[in-house]
């Protein structure tokens, strides 16, 4: 029977699945479909806004706008301007739902888990509703494809498994141009407490650069013995710039470069006692010592379980 069988929400930029239908289906074709539709979900960001993929006796479609996008399984019988239509539809109901704060916020997979009752629904309402009773939003959709037609994309079976155990993913383009992605580290979203944090780092680092700058200029006309003062307002610019980095980016030995970047800030701070009081240096060890929690907790995304509810 030509309907759609499975369908779900997902964050663009790192293919986090939102919401998604529940499904009963054991077919083996089904399953593997299942995961090329995961590891299709993770590389979105690479393609235009509508795309489908085909392969045995089923057919991928996603539609994305913004960082959010609708994917779903039909069987190969079904229209894809029916598909479209679904995806399009669904994507609607979810944007009306939730804002993009919240979306982007979110940290663990089906965080929208109320949302899958309205998949089904819509689901429901395509797979039982014929073609002339949609006419209007038929017609606009397909003119739509006709000016900018999704992209074509064939996946691989072998390849696309160990491209996604080995992070490297070959995907081949309806041309038959071939595509090479490196799955890059991702790292988990950033909390609002990690947000302030960053923001009082900076606001440190541009201190220590600004009254060191103002030092340098009278140690080197007047007095020569304010050099070590200098240096270590630099040395603390420096060791704040590279804990922002820390918290942004992935790192090895993230635990050691953490340690010795707060133990620089502690130190500079502690000599600068005099050109700063005792209040000014608690703030400013106290700003390090949230960055390093933060850069400590902050982890890579967790592997994404498959697309099941």
Not at 223 to 248: K, P, T
Request: hydrophobic share 40%.
């Amino acid at each position: 029977m030509s309907m759609i069988l499975f369908a779900c929400v997902v964050r663009v930029r790192d293919g986090l699945p939102l919401s998604a239908s529940t499904d009963f289906h054991l077919n083996k074709d089904f399953l593997e479909c299942r995961k090329r539709l995961k590891a299709l979900s993770l590389i979105l960001a690479q393609y235009p806004d509508r795309g489908t993929a085909t392969g045995r006796g089923f057919s991928i479609h996603f539609h994305s706008s913004g960082d959010i996008a609708c994917m779903g399984i039909c069987s190969s019988s079904y229209p894809t301007v029916m598909a479209f239509c679904f995806l399009e539809e669904l994507h609607w109901k979810f944007s009306a739902s939730y804002d993009t704060t919240s979306t982007s916020l979110a940290t663990r997979p089906y965080a929208f888990l109320e949302f899958d009752n309205v998949i089904q629904k819509v689901k429901y309402h395509f797979n039982y509703t014929s073609c002339s009773q949609m006419k209007n939003n038929l017609e606009k959709i397909q003119e739509d494809l006709k000016f900018h037609p999704p992209v074509l994309l064939k996946l691989e079976d072998t390849e696309l498994m160990n491209g996604m155990i080995n992070g490297h993913i070959e995907v081949h383009v309806g041309s038959g141009k071939k595509l090479n992605y490196t799955h890059q580290e991702i790292m988990q979203p950033v909390t609002p407490l990690g947000i302030l944090s960053l923001v009082l780092n900076i606001m440190c680092g541009a201190l220590n650069l600004i009254r060191g700058v103002h030092l340098a200029e009278y140690s080197f006309q007047e007095d020569h013995e304010g050099v070590g003062n200098v240096i270590a307002f630099l040395l603390s610019f420096l060791a704040c710039i590279f804990q922002c980095c820390l918290f942004l980016f992935h790192s090895s030995a993230k635990k050691m470069k953490a340690f010795v970047l707060i133990f620089s800030i502690c130190l500079c701070n502690i000599y600068l006692y005099g050109l700063r009081n005792i209040w000014q240096i608690l703030f400013h060890i106290g700003v390090a010592s949230l960055s390093s929690y933060q850069i400590l907790t902050r982890q890579l995304m967790e592997k994404q379980s498959d697309f099941g509810v």
